[in-house]
Nanobody
Framework: VQLQASGGGLVQPGGSLRLSCAAS????????MGWYRQAPGKQRELAAT???????NYADSVKGRFTISRDNDKNTVYLQMNSLKPEDTAVYYC????????????????WGQGTQVTVSS
C-alpha cells in the first residue's frame, strides 16, 4: 500500500491551495483518512481527519479555513486550504487506516511522503 500526496507549494498569505492524497495497492477498505502537519522545530500535529462515512474533525487552528473531503471510489482524500497564514507553513502528511483484506480484523496506519506548504509574501 502506498499513499501519494501532491498539491503543495508556495502561496502568499490569504491564498489557497488544494492537497490530494491517493492510496493505492492491496486495499479492502479505508477507515479514517486525514492530514497531519509538521512545522520546523515542532511536533507533528493533526490538521483534519475524515471517516469513511464523511464525519470530519479539525484542529482549532484550521477550523473555518480548511475543508477535508474524500472520494471513496478513488481512495483519495483532499484538503482545501483557504485564507492561508504564514503559521500554516509546514510539511503536510496524509494518513490512512487501511484494511488490506476482508480477513483483517484491525486496520494498519499508513503515511504519505509529505508535501511542503509554504505561506510567505
Amino acid at each position: 500500500v502506498q499513499l501519494q500526496a501532491s498539491g503543495g507549494g508556495l502561496v502568499q498569505p490569504g491564498g489557497s491551495l488544494r492537497l490530494s492524497c491517493a492510496a493505492s495497492g492491496s486495499i479492502f477498505s479505508i477507515n479514517i483518512m486525514g492530514w497531519y502537519r509538521q512545522a520546523p522545530g515542532k511536533q507533528r500535529e493533526l490538521a483534519a481527519t475524515i471517516t469513511s462515512g464523511g464525519s470530519t474533525n479539525y484542529a482549532d487552528s484550521v477550523k473555518g479555513r480548511f475543508t477535508i473531503s474524500r472520494d471513496n471510489d478513488k481512495n483519495t482524500v483532499y484538503l482545501q486550504m483557504n485564507s492561508l497564514k504564514p503559521e500554516d507553513t509546514a510539511v503536510y502528511y496524509c494518513y490512512a487506516q487501511i484494511k488490506r483484506t476482508a480477513r483483517d480484523y484491525n486496520t494498519i496506519s499508513y503515511w504519505g511522503q509529505g508535501t511542503q506548504v509554504t505561506v510567505s509574501s
